[in-house]
């Protein structure tokens, strides 16, 4: 029985991380420019980044069982 790679986890990750930072990013971008629509791109991105984390700490819980 094979067990998921965790770089392939981590290559996993690496893009919706950087979706959700972009998201900040943006966010804060409009939030200079005096856009209180930047308040939800903000809120967005924090949630999809915290939905990354807890996928990140599922799926190495997950191989941490699987290894033993």
Known sequence: MTTLDPQFMYMILILPSLFGL???GEGMNKLIHEEWSGVISIIFGVIFVGMV???????SSYLASKAV
Request: glycine residues 0%.
């Open 53 to 59: 984390i807890f996928a990140y700490l599922f799926f």
């Open 22 to 24: 972009t998201l900040i």
